[in-house]
């Protein structure tokens, strides 16, 4: 798979991809991502850096449990919600793990907190925003 092929996978699993008609793949990125730095500059800053990263998380762990589809996307959204029950990210953290792990798969605290970083990173590249 092409570097290409990921980004629109990524993008396509995400969301951002729309339905434009006959306009060329670059021409489809290009205005996507206008689109993300104009909603950073509008003032959604931090929180949507935080949903990204969160909805990229719940696709990553949907999927190594099994998801697809509609129940993945849901999937990535309830995960989204668990991370208002307190501050920080230990409610996602111990979501993710208690999840991974019912779904036979051993992530440590570390290992699920190094995912976590990896996807705010994908998420600032995302809306174009820098820390």
């Not at 800053?45 to 993945?72: E, K, M, P, Q, T």
Request: with cysteine; glycine share 10%; aromatic share 4%.
């Amino acid at each position: 798979m092409t570097t290409d092929q990921k980004e629109e996978t990524m993008t396509i699993v995400t969301g951002d991809i729309k339905n434009t008609g006959d306009r060329s793949h670059s021409e489809q990125r290009a205005e996507n991502h206008a689109e993300n730095r104009a909603g950073h500059q509008e003032g959604e800053g931090l929180d949507g850096i935080r949903a990204r990263r969160n909805l990229l998380a719940g696709y990553w762990a949907g999927s190594l449990i099994g998801f697809v589809g509609d129940d993945l996307g849901r999937y990535a959204r309830d995960l989204h919600e668990v991370d208002h029950a307190v501050a920080g990210d230990s409610d996602v953290v111990a979501r993710l793990s208690r999840d991974l792990s019912l779904a036979g798969h051993t992530f440590s605290k570390a290992d699920i907190e190094a995912a976590l970083r990896r996807f705010h990173v994908q998420a600032l590249k995302d809306t174009g925003c820098t820390e």
